[in-house]
């Protein structure tokens, strides 16, 4: 079983900057495809960010040049670094380990991020 655990979110100004992290409590964190998800109130989860075993980074049309998803596996961590914030970015942010193409997956629990003057 795998647990993830998201830190990081709070309420910022716009323009402002947050970095979430996700702790993973797994052997082998380095054979997950990790990414970070979204939702906001009354709407659908979204992909927000991508970063593959190999480092490969893919991002969600609204968040390009903004955001940065990076990971260590030598300490079972994703991060996402969130700059020039807006108050559309206002969601439940969530961690993803991914393996669906062997079945399996996990999520977080979620961290709030409120983008608010």
């Known amino acids: 079983q795998v647990q993830l655990v998201e830190s990081g979110g709070g309420l910022v100004q716009p323009g402002g900057s947050l970095r979430l992290s996700c702790a993973a409590s797994v052997s082998i964190f380095s054979i997950y495809t990790m990414d970070w998800y979204r939702q906001a109130p009354g709407k659908q989860r979204e992909l927000v960010a991508t970063?593959?075993?190999?480092?490969?980074?893919n991002y969600a049309d609204s968040v390009k040049g903004r955001f940065t998803i990076s990971r260590d596996n030598a300490k079972n961590a994703v991060y996402l670094q969130m700059n020039n914030l807006k108050p559309e970015d206002t969601a439940a942010y969530y961690c993803h380990a991914d393996r669906r193409a062997y079945g399996y997956d996990y999520w977080g629990q979620g961290t709030q991020v409120t983008v608010s003057s």
């Open positions: 970063i593959t075993t190999g480092g490969i980074r």
